[in-house]
């Protein structure tokens, strides 16, 4: 019987897969990104841009990322 905090009963949400985390980087920069899984984006600290994830798939193109403003 599944419970109310089972995974499997629960919907699943529009994650990125694990491994294609790992190979992805910024096309902007090349450089590395982080999985914010709250706001669905991949952030690059680099350029200073935020990558939007849609139905699972990150969207990596340029002209397709906000800026953020908290780069360092």
């Known amino acids: 019987m599944n419970s109310?905090?089972?995974d499997s009963a629960a919907p699943r949400?529009?994650?990125?897969d694990p491994k294609l985390?790992?190979?992805l980087v910024c096309p902007a920069t090349?450089?590395?990104l982080e999985y914010d899984a709250a706001a669905g984006e991949l952030i690059s600290r680099k350029a200073g841009l935020a990558y939007p994830i849609r139905d699972g798939i990150p969207i990596?193109?340029?002209?397709?990322?906000?800026?953020?403003?908290?780069?360092p």
């Open 60 to 71: 990596m193109l340029v002209s397709e990322a906000r800026q953020i403003r908290d780069v």
């Open 4 to 6: 109310p905090s089972d």
């Open 13 to 16: 949400r529009a994650g990125v």
């Open 21 to 23: 985390l790992e190979i």
């Open 30 to 32: 090349h450089g590395l």
